[in-house]
């Protein structure tokens, strides 16, 4: 029988973990703290620990460090986890030679195939008698904070973004981007290059044919650089020609270009209608990116809303506090064809024309009645005034199901159409003690 350490501060989430993975048929070890893991770690042997990244005295890179340290002869590795997902995160958990990142609130069926992965690592480890790879050249380096503070949000669909770059800037491969406009994928492209080891090195973006023509003339002068092609899916046959043309060329002459293309178009429909030529987009499309719409995470709404408000008033020269309750529930109905770049072009009006220092929903003019407009996910006002309401029918629903089944856990997950991870979690909103009481 495997055996995992799970290491979290939080005891629900430790209980949550160890049900699970009991389940799985794991015997698991839990502990409270990173020095009560490390007392454990010395006495046993735990070819997989799981740790929450934020916990009091020794986080979970202190553990994670402290593991690499003791387990050369027999090795282990160590999946971290955090409610704070970031990009920055991902890519420091990796560098510090994390065998992989994940956020919480996860998936089961996320979880359960990261632990296959991991399981499958450090079995290869320890028949090789190999130490993970430690990218010693990476190590310590800082995210660009430009670019860094351009990607921004918690949201599971934007963490796996980060996971993505981080696990991309730590190759040379080509990579496709996927993304409306307006996602960022410019910015993404660059946090590639920038988190890599080609920092510092050319770093050229080609939307045109002009542009693609003058590379191709000087193409030595992107030697050990990047190349961006913005705009794969509206480039003509000649100029795809000659990107196929130079990423052979530079093969041949041991250039080292990494090349980055970018597309509006989905990465299905851009195969369907034969946009791209098939050889160029298999040699381009090595790593796929995709960036969700901003429709699809309104979750991050409001911290894109408090930086981008906070960038431009310093910009400005302004003291404004926060965007009014109202203003933000009309910015939560629009939905933003134009994405990030839309909002932040919003914002920086609003912010340059407010009077007060408060952001209010009359200072969002240019929108008109597209706050009337439901967003493509079907948030309206409708669902944001019964919100409330809603989540009380909820958790009456949750706990008069969990007595009529004794509290069984797995039984009323099942009535309830819902998975043990999302049981745990709501139970922890609705302060419903899952062995049997409820918090006043």
């Keep these: ?25 794991f015997e698991v070890r839990l502990a409270e703290s990173g020095e009560q893991a490390m007392a454990f770690y010395a006495a046993e042997d735990f070819p997989l620990i799981l740790s929450d990244i934020r916990m009091k005295e020794k986080t979970g890179f202190d553990l994670l460090r402290d593991i690499k340290k003791k387990s050369d002869s027999l090795p282990s590795v160590v999946v971290l986890m955090t409610g ?111 988190n890599g080891s080609r920092k510092g090195k050319p770093f050229y973006k080609v939307s045109s044919s002009e542009e693609i023509s003058n590379l191709e003339g000087k193409l030595e002068s992107a030697t050990s650089g990047s190349v961006l092609i913005e705009g794969l899916d509206e480039l003509n046959p000649g100029d795809q020609s000659k990107i196929l043309r130079m990423m052979e060329r530079s093969d041949a002459d041991r250039l080292g270009v990494r090349w980055i293309a970018t597309s509006r178009i989905p990465q299905s429909e851009l195969e369907k209608n034969a946009t791209a030529r098939v050889d160029l987009l298999d040699r381009l499309n090595i790593i796929t990116l995709e960036i969700p719409p901003l429709r699809s995470r309104l979750e991050d709404l409001p911290e894109l809303v408090s930086a981008f408000v906070a960038k431009f008033s310093e910009k400005n020269a302004k003291e404004i506090s926060h965007v009014s309750d109202g203003a933000m529930k009309n910015l939560r109905k629009y939905a933003w064809p134009g994405n990030v770049r839309e909002l932040e072009r919003l914002l920086e009006r609003a912010v340059a024309l407010s009077a007060g220092a408060v952001i209010e929903a009359e200072d969002f003019p240019e929108l008109g009645s597209g706050f009337g407009k439901a967003s493509p996910n079907g948030a ?13 029918v909820e958790r009456a629903h949750i706990l008069r199901v969990l007595e009529e089944t004794g509290y069984n856990k797995s039984r009323a997950s099942d009535i309830l159409g819902i998975d043990r991870a999302t049981l745990y979690r709501k139970a922890k909103i609705y302060g419903i003690d899952l062995k049997g009481s409820v918090k006043p």
Excluded at 382 to 392: N, Q, V
């Design 1 to 25: 029988m495997k055996k995992i350490l799970v290491v979290d501060d939080d005891p629900v989430s430790r209980d949550l973990l160890e049900e699970v993975l009991r389940r799985e048929g």
């Design 380 to 392: 309206g006002s409708s669902e944001t005034e019964a919100k409330a309401s809603l989540e009380t």
């Design 84 to 194: 704070f997902g970031s990009m920055e995160g991902a890519l420091d958990a990796l560098r510090e030679g994390a065998f992989d990142y994940i956020s919480k609130p996860f998936q089961l069926a996320d979880l359960r195939a990261l632990i296959a992965r991991a399981l499958k690592h450090v079995e290869y480890l320890r028949a090789s008698a190999l130490n993970p790879p430690s990218n010693s050249a990476l190590a310590g380096k800082a995210l660009d904070q430009s670019v860094g503070q351009s990607l921004i949000g918690r949201s599971p669909k934007i963490v796996e973004v980060y996971r993505t770059i981080a696990r991309a800037s730590l190759t040379s491969s080509s990579v496709m981007i996927f993304g409306e406009t307006g996602t960022g994928k410019a910015l993404v492209a660059r946090a590639i290059h920038d």
